[in-house]
């Protein structure tokens, strides 16, 4: 292969990875992106699940800060809820996002909460 067409693809290859916004691909389960961190260790302690869910809601938090530091949706479940409660881990996909009427019967969505 000569010199110009490997320099094309590789600059190629390198543009794609830079401007692709994460390495983790929508579609993928949102635990298999985890564990592709640091195993299942990630989340949970000794790769096992704790009883309560507590030490994997610490783990959420240590990386993506506490409900109050979130946006508008998720600051008013501060102290009500942990993130398993709404983002199922082993059942969702990175970029499936919860919805109210999960819990929520009156009709309210992310959108006509935050106007």
Same mark, same amino acid.
């Given at each position: 292969? &000569?010199?110009?067409? !490997? &320099? ?11 401007? &692709? ?19 299942? *260790?990630?989340? $949970?302690?000794?790769? &096992? ?6 030490? *994997?809601? *610490? ?7 506490? !409900? ?8 008013? $479940? ?38």
């Amino acid at each position: 292969m &000569s010199k110009k067409l !490997l &320099s094309a693809i590789f600059g190629a290859a390198i543009a794609a990875l830079a401007l &692709s916004p994460s390495v983790f691909a929508e579609g993928q389960e949102l635990a298999e992106m985890h564990a592709e961190m640091d195993g299942c *260790e990630a989340c $949970h302690a000794d790769g &096992s699940p704790s009883a309560d869910g507590e030490y *994997e809601f *610490e783990q959420c938090q240590s990386c993506h800060g506490t !409900l109050d530091e979130m946006d508008a949706v998720h600051q008013p $479940h501060d102290g009500m809820l942990m993130c398993a409660d709404c983002h199922a881990p082993h059942e969702m996909n990175v970029g499936d996002k919860p919805t109210c009427d999960s819990c929520h019967d009156d009709g309210r969505t992310a959108e006509s909460t935050l106007k």
